[in-house]
Structures are given as structure tokens and as C-alpha cells.
DNA sequence: AAAATTATTTAGGATAGACTAAATAATTGT
DNA sequence: ACAATTATTTAGTCTATCCTAAATAATTTT
């Protein structure tokens, strides 16, 4: 039962459950971009994931790769290592968001399952990571994700911020300097759809922000 | 100035440092042994680093390895994430001592400078892991450890335990059953050169226990 | 429906780090 | 001093994971 994966399977599975949560399979282009590593050797990759028993990936040759379930699983198990350690980071030494994805893109594939429960424990099973990305339970269900885009927002509804899909230094530092953090509640004054552009009110701030579609398609919002 | 030193190579020098602290070089046996790799592998390791520019190790055939300064740095970098990690998983994580060592075993190669520094700080930089092991400063300066092996103690001494050579869990159990922890304070009884067992009064506990070499060689003590 | 372009796979090679078996050097016992 | 034993090194393989270049398949453009 505890096969070992190594630190590259652990990686391409990882990235593919990532790739395929729209339904689609994923190319090898778009993995081995992602993975930085050339088409050639992501193939050689995939066909050996194909061929293992019991097999990780579903594969048919130019259709792209998914998850069985035995990969999806070994899948969450790695995301949740990542989005855990985050939280922990961020929580017990003062990390800050923006500072926490390369710490926990090496640590998550050498914690222990003890170290891993542990750490939930210490935080009460946090259900998000620092960046509102859901953690899989220790039983490996994804919780639901019912967040949308901020770009999707209509006119002068209200929403809280619930996630933001971007590992960007600068990025996350931009936000957290408008106060769209995780949490703030936030409502639209104006929406163009045209040139993609809106205004926005962030509660307890002054003045409104003008946001483009490289922050209001990374920003995700829930209403409530 | 940041030329990676590979998971393999951080352990050889780690153990490199621990067999040569006697004075002694560190032969290729008792490096396999430690290491848990063929003799042959050892060898082969030991060339490369020997030949790498700049040197990390000494080695004459058949005489055995000694560290270069490079060396002895990067092998107290390693022992200072080992340590480092033992302790804040024991501080913040309720661990017990004999539980530790394994995962440190692993996140130390993998915990980045900047990690190493939040823990070490929230501890307020601790001298000692777990296991009274001496921890090396930021700039990497083994703080001196003064501790004698508690069967070289006299009659009627009192001393003060200050380390526990072993990673062996059930030994560590066992210890700590008996009281003999790190700060444990106590006095020799009786002691018996001969066969090598000791009668000792632990501060604190009703009865004396007898202890045999097995222990009285790996646990440590100061006098003060 | 060709042609051009893009995506993917195959083939061959490199590197790191391990292994085993055989050769050689060093040490120990007589 | 010689033989036996033990320690170490050399030589040849193996696995994992990556690479580049060339071949092929799929898709898009004209
Ligand atoms: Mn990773
Ligand atoms: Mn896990
Ligand atoms: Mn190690
Ligand atoms: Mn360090």
C-alpha cells in the first residue's frame, strides 16, 4: 500500500489534477510547460504513469492524460501537504502569502502522514490555504469551491473574496495593498465589459479601486 | 555562491562530520554502514567529492576522509536544519524526542535559509536540540559541548543529564521512564567498574535505578 | 484537400547515485 | 616473513529522470 512516489511523479500528478479539473484532458504541451521540463520527457513520463500497475494515468497517444483514481488520490495527497503547510507557515512564523508557495512546493513531499496530521491539528483542519485554495480532507475529498471570477461579477452586487489564483509575488502584494485579501467584502460600482475594466468598492477603504481583467480573472469572489 | 549540494552529498558530509569529530578521518566502512550503502558506492562518492572544485572533502586512498573547510560548513548547515527541526517539532508540534528524528531526517535538506531563520527565531535561538545535541549558530559555530559520558562519572558525584547519544526509540522511551531527561539532576551511589553497572539516584524519583553500559555510555552529563 | 504549422512521440544520450563481483591493498595472526 | 583475513577500490551495470534532434500525427490555413 505505500508504493513510494517519487518527487517528480508526485509533481506531474499534482499538476495534472490541476489541468484537468475543467473536465479536459491534459496536453503534454500544457504539462510540460507547467512542469518546466521538455514535451519529450513528459511524454516519456506519462506512457511510464500509463504503464504502471496499478496504472496513475489514463493515456491514449496525441489525447492528452488523466487521473484514475489511484492517481487523483496520490494527487490530493500532495495538494494537501502544499495548501496545509501554507496555512501552517503563514500561521505559526508570521510568513506572508505572497512568500509561502516555494517553502511548500519542496516540504510537501517529504512530511510524514503524522507530520501532516499534526499540523491540521494544530490549526483545527483549516479548510483553506492562505490563498483561499480549498484542502482536501485527510480523507481526500475536495471541499467544494463555489467562488467566481471577480470579471463575472454584475453591477452593484457584493461579494467577499474568497481565493486568488496566482502565485505572484508581486501580484499578492499589489492586492494586499488595495485590501483585496482573503475575506474583505467588496461591491461593484462600475462594470465595462468592452475593455474588461471595473470599479470597485473595498469595504473600509476610501477611495475605489479600478481593477483590470489581470486581477479580476485571478480574484475570486463568493456571494453572500 | 549557491551551487546545490544534492540530498546524497548532505548526508555523506553530515556523517562525515559526526565520524571525524574524534580527530580521526572516517573510513569508508564506517561511512557505508552509517550511511547504509555498499562500500563500493562509498568510494565512488567519496572520489567525486574529493575532486570537485572547490574540494569538499580530504581523501587519500585507504586513509580515509577528513572535510575541507567547505565541507565542514555545509555539513554543519545540514546539522544545524536537523537540529533546528527537532526542536521546533517538539516545541510547537508535541512531539516526543523519540518521534523526532526520522522527519528531521528529511526536511533538513529541504528547509530553505529563510525557514531556517523563522524557526530558529521563534525559539529564540536554542543551544540545544531534543537530545541535548549542541546546535550550530547561524554562522556556523558548533557551540562547545563540555558533557561527559555518565559512566565516566566518580562516587558520590552530582551531575546534571545533558545529552542522549541514540536515536533509538525505545531506548529514548525507556529514558525517559526512568526520568533521565535533559536536566534531570543526579548522584552516583555506587559504581562498579568492573562490570560496568552504576546505581544512581535521580532527583525527584523514590527508588535509584541500576543502569548497565548500554546506557551509562550514551547518556551524558554535566557537572555543575 | 493540400500545404503549412503545431503538437506529440520516438530514438539516442547524459548524469546522478546506487549495486555486485572481482581485483588489490592493508592489517593481523602465526 | 608469510598466510589469512579484512578493508578498499575498480570495473561494469542498473534505474530514474532529464535532454536534443528527428520523425510522425493532428490541426489550421489557404
Ligand atoms: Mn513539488
Ligand atoms: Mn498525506
Ligand atoms: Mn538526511
Ligand atoms: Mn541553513
Redesign the interface.
Known sequence: MTEHLTNSIQDYLKHIYELTEDGQPATTTALATRLGIAPASVTGMIQKLASSEPALVSYRKHQGVTLTDKGRRAALEVIRHHRLIEAW?VQ????SWD?VH??AE??E????E??EA??AA?MGNPLRDPHGDPIPSADLVMPEDKSMALSGLALKQEAMVSKVESQDTDLLKHLESLGLVIGARVKTLEVSRYDQVMRLQVRGRNEPVVLGPAITNRVFVEIK
Open positions: 507557515l505559526t512564523l508570521g510568513y512568500e516555494n517553502e519542496k516540504l513531499h517529504v512530511i510524514s503524522e507530520l499534526r499540523i494544530a
